[in-house]
């Protein structure tokens, strides 16, 4: 009896033993689909890497994914930060599946230029960085109509009664893609619209980068309305590139920080005030249930869509080029302009606890 009893525990230990080495090597054998993202820098990434965990979570514990890849994310604080994590993880690139990428800036285009030339597959979203080597070696560049929101907003003004002469101030995110296309798509909407190069540069002044953030947004547009560039005389627009930046100015316009007889005046001449991406607190202003900020009664308020859960959209391109299947380069995702009339139908990002 005690050599059966014997017996029977080392059949368990060779048992557990086995178990403990095919599960040994079937992680060995995943290869990792890794989502680089900046960390929550504003509003917008913040969600971006939410949307981001959700969907590697859901893939981590799907069966059929999880035979093959484990799905990780990589919150990167600056520039330097995310080309090191790269850097990192090409030390063992022949474990890595795939990357989905949103560079953090501009100042990564030799790190993806690194990552193709280790043949390891990548799809880029949002920022959209490009070189002759880039260009060949992405599988996908999955971003929203930036151009579109630029687009959108220069025909909402001119719906508004924008013409040449007024004064629009453009305050921008950064020095990326980004709000290069949104400024351009701007552009061409008054372009279409008859305006000529001269009418477009005389009009149009755009703000130093706001860094996406609603403090320097803020400190920027009231450093700029109490200098001589800020003239209420004329007729006032303002083209922001985030909700964020737009929040600033509101608390700015609805506060008391800035001249109240100049304010007075501006916003008597102002005439719309437009951002976009789908901030849930903005989303408050425009249906008037914000807490603290009202919604302007002397000016056209609204916000373009931005979604960030694009993001998964991204990762499941990249999941469909390890599947083998053909994908578009170019995705494009539209835009809608959201105002009082609308905001019912658009789901933001983020929260906001609405006033009743």
């Given amino acids: 009896m005690k050599k059966m009893k014997r017996l029977v525990v080392i059949l368990l230990v060779i048992a557990l033993a086995l178990s403990a080495v095919a599960c040994g090597d079937k992680k060995a054998e ?8 900046p960390h929550a820098t504003h509003g917008w990434t913040g969600a971006v890497l939410s949307y981001a965990q959700d969907k590697v979570e859901e893939l981590n514990k799907d069966e059929a ?8 994310v990589y919150a990167a604080t600056n520039v330097e930060n995310q080309i090191q994590q790269v850097d990192d993880l090409l030390t063992t690139k022949d474990q890595v599946a795939g990357i989905v990428i949103l560079p953090f800036d501009n100042g990564l285009q030799s790190t993806l230029e690194k990552i193709a030339s280790n043949d390891v597959p990548f799809v880029q979203f949002d920022r959209v960085i490009s070189s002759p080597v880039i260009d060949e070696a992405v599988k996908a560049n999955v ?3 930036n151009e579109g929101i630029g687009y959108a907003t220069a025909e909402r003004f001119l719906a508004d009664g924008l013409v040449a002469g007024d004064y629009v101030y453009e305050m921008i995110g950064d020095n990326s893609s980004v709000p290069e296309l949104r400024s351009n798509g ?11 190069a001269a009418d477009i540069e005389n ?24 200098s001589a560039q ?15 930046i737009a929040m600033g100015i509101l608390e700015s316009m609805q506060g008391s920080a800035l001249d109240a007889s ?26 008037d249930k914000h807490q603290t900020i009202a919604l302007p009664t002397d000016y056209d308020l609204f ?29 494009v995702i539209g835009v809608s302009v959201v105002d009082p009339s609308n905001v019912n139908d658009f789901q933001p990002f983020g929260s906001y606890d609405e006033k009743e």
């Fill in 30 to 37: 995943q290869k990792e689909l890794a989502v680089m993202v």
């Fill in 65 to 72: 994914f999880s035979e093959k890849y484990v799905a990780k």
């Fill in 143 to 145: 971003l929203g109509d």
């Fill in 186 to 196: 701007f552009r061409e909407a008054l372009s279409d619209a008859g305006w000529s």
């Fill in 203 to 226: 009009t149009v002044i755009k703000s130093p980068a706001t860094g996406w953030s609603r403090d320097t947004g803020k400190e920027l547009f009231e450093s700029w309305f109490s």
């Fill in 230 to 244: 800020c003239d209420p005389s004329l007729t006032n627009w303002i083209f922001t590139h985030d909700d964020e």
């Fill in 262 to 287: 100049k304010k007075e005046e501006y916003v008597a001449s102002l005439q719309s005030l437009a951002s976009s991406s789908g901030l849930a607190e903005i989303y408050a202003v425009i249906k």
């Fill in 303 to 331: 916000s373009v869509t931005y979604d960030p859960a694009m993001i998964k959209d991204a990762i499941n391109t990249m999941i469909e080029v390890l599947d083998g299947k053909t994908v578009e380069k170019d995705q």
